[in-house]
């Protein structure tokens, strides 16, 4: 009976340290489209206050690295406009605008009324001297009572 208890115990153990093992290997995020993506936003809010206290090269870097990821987390999931957002943000902070914008107008066919892709969008078109095109951005965002709308809304006010 005893050999018995140690043999199920071994089992027992072996098992737990092999799921531990196997849900901490690969590139330190379990490689699930939800943690690729939490791991790439974290990155982008860490380089928007790097951006902030304007340390520009380290925020570009954070970007990228958070960019490779998002490519990571798309490859697996197509469906969510969050990735899409992202991805076309750090595409525009690295200044790739075309292809920001074609990630941007992914994620709106998606859905249509995403509060942070209208916005971001909208800050393209800014950019990119499209105001015109930045206003309907915020005639989409007309009403939501959130900061998104108000930020653009400043931002094009400034133009």
């Known amino acids: 009976m005893k050999k018995i208890i140690f043999i199920f115990s071994i ?23 939800i943690n690729l993506y939490k791991s790439a936003e974290k990155l982008v809010l860490k380089a928007k206050k790097l951006e902030k206290k304007n340390k520009i090269d380290k925020a570009l870097k954070l970007y990228s690295k958070a960019h490779d990821r998002l ?9 969510n406009p969050d990735i899409l957002n992202y991805l076309g ?8 605008f075309e292809k920001a914008e074609f990630y941007y107008l992914k ?9 942070g892709i209208n916005e971001y969008l909208g800050e393209l078109y800014v ?23 108000e930020e653009l809304k400043e931002l094009i006010e400034k133009k």
Do not use: M, P
């Open 11 to 33: 089992l027992l153990i072996s098992n737990n340290c092999l799921a531990a093992a196997s849900s901490g290997s690969g590139d330190g995020d379990g490689g699930t489209k």
């Open 89 to 96: 943000y750090t595409l525009r902070k690295k200044g790739d």
């Open 127 to 149: 950019q990119t001297n499209r105001t015109d095109l930045a206003k309907k951005r915020l005639e989409v965002l007309k009403g939501c009572n959130c900061e998104e709308f």
């Open 107 to 115: 994620g709106l066919e998606l859905d249509a009324n995403h509060l």
């Open 71 to 79: 490519v990571k987390a798309y490859k697996k999931d197509k469906k």
